[in-house]
């Protein structure tokens, strides 16, 4: 059983910066690849970025690519979400998951365990 929190989210202003963090329980955090969703007001959720067990392959949604930037640090059983140039658009509950699989997951139904979500709010 792995249990995720995220926090870091907060309201920012376009072309701001925030930084998420997802924090783990348990020893077998490097057992899991990690994956942000984020999911906007009336609307489904969607992939953000994914990043593979060791850390060494990362995939990005297209809206995103060049501003957000994923890492993890299986030593603080922690996954990063580094994000900037934020639009309003980007306005969205941002949800950490974490699978089994060993490289990158980019579907929510390949996912094994989820946070509550932290609220990211980007005014205009």
């Known amino acids: 059983q792995v249990q995720l929190v995220e926090s870091g989210g907060g309201l920012v202003q376009a072309g701001g910066s925030l930084r998420l963090s997802c924090a783990a329980s348990g020893r077998t955090f490097s057992s899991y690849a990690m994956t942000w969703f984020r999911q906007a007001p009336g609307k489904e959720r969607e992939f953000v970025a994914a990043?593979?067990?060791?850390?060494?392959?990362?995939d990005y949604a297209d809206s995103v690519k060049g501003r957000f930037t994923i890492s993890r640090d299986n030593a603080k059983n922690t996954v990063y979400l580094q994000m900037n140039s934020l639009k309003p658009e980007d306005t969205a509950v941002y949800y950490c998951?974490?699978?089994?699989?060993?490289?990158?997951?980019?579907?929510?139904?390949?996912?094994?365990?989820w946070g509550k979500g932290t609220l990211v709010t980007v005014s205009s």
């Open positions: 998951a974490a699978s089994r699989a060993i490289l990158t997951v980019t579907r929510s139904d390949g996912m094994n365990y």
């Open positions: 990043i593979s067990r060791s850390g060494g392959t990362t």
